[in-house]
């Protein structure tokens, strides 16, 4: 019986290019093979063992998914210590599913993860 909550293949990559030396880009991507959830083993009526066999997930497998992420950065703004990056989270804003768990198992089908997402940020080199 495969293991829940563990995909069988997990891939991460960067790419990153400096344009200048104040200015980077970055491209991530992440691929997440599918997952199964919990394999609860329940008894047979009148019996007292645990047979593997006579069980059942608590809810569906989850289908792989890939997302990419960009980010980009400058430093030295106005030739000051100040930075500032930009990066966009699940640029293609694929639907990202987590397998249910014995918490949440109204959610047979997985809890949603996060869309597409921008986020600025802004700071000072100390």
């Known amino acids: 019986i495969p293991l829940g909550y563990s995909p069988e293949l997990l891939a991460y990559f960067n790419i990153s290019h400096r344009h200048t030396k104040h200015i980077s880009a970055t491209l991530s991507g992440k691929y997440v093979d ?5 394999w609860r083993v329940v008894p047979e009526p009148g019996q007292n063992d645990e047979d593997p066999s006579q069980g059942s997930r608590i809810g569906e497998t989850i ?6 992420d960009m980010n980009m950065r400058v430093d030295q703004i106005f030739g000051l210590k ?3 990056a930009f990066k966009v989270k ?3 804003d694929i639907e ?5 768990t014995t918490s949440n198992k ?4 997985g809890t949603l993860g996060s869309g ?3 986020i600025l940020s802004v700071g000072h080199k100390f």
Not at 63 to 68: E, F, G, K, R, V
Not at 96 to 100: D, G, L
Not at 106 to 109: E, I, Q
């Open 34 to 38: 599918k997952m199964h959830t919990l």
């Open 63 to 68: 289908p792989a998914y890939s997302t990419l």
């Open 82 to 84: 100040w930075y500032a």
């Open 90 to 92: 699940n640029v293609l």
């Open 96 to 100: 990202i599913r987590y397998p249910t």
């Open 106 to 109: 109204w959610a047979d089908l």
């Open 116 to 118: 597409r997402a921008f």
